[in-house]
């Protein structure tokens, strides 16, 4: 089993910066890949971003250039870097671990493991 935890959300304004971080606890999070999702109000939970073992990274299109993540293996933590946050970031972020499969790094079905979430909130 792999607990995950969120922080670092908060309320920031437009155009400012946060920075997420999901520590792992349990068995050893560095054979998984980790993504970010993130959920507005009346929405679907949506891919963000994510990152395989070897450090291959993917992100939505709409995050590109602002968004960063990254991880520490020997600290089993994953991060999120947030530049330039928009009011149409404001959801609550997931972080999500799961086994790589070619094509599927986007979707949810490929994560086992998933935090409670942090809000994240930008004011404009």
């Known amino acids: 089993q792999v607990r995950l935890v969120e922080s670092g959300g908060g309320l920031v304004q437009a155009g400012g910066s946060l920075r997420l971080s999901c520590a792992a606890s349990g068995r050893t999070f560095s054979g998984y890949a980790m993504g970010w999702f993130r959920q507005a109000p009346g929405k679907e939970r949506e891919f963000v971003a994510a990152?395989?073992?070897?450090?291959?990274?993917y992100y939505a299109e709409s995050v590109k250039g602002r968004f960063t993540i990254s991880r520490d293996n020997a600290k089993k933590t994953g991060y999120l870097q947030m530049n330039s946050l928009k009011p149409d970031d404001t959801a609550v972020y997931y972080c999500?671990?799961?086994?790589?499969?070619?094509?599927?790094?986007?979707?949810?079905?490929?994560?086992?493991?998933w935090g409670q979430g942090t809000q994240v909130t930008v004011s404009s």
């Open positions: 990152i395989r073992t070897g450090g291959i990274t």
């Open positions: 999500a671990g799961g086994v790589y499969y070619s094509d599927s790094i986007y979707k949810e079905q490929m994560y086992r493991y």
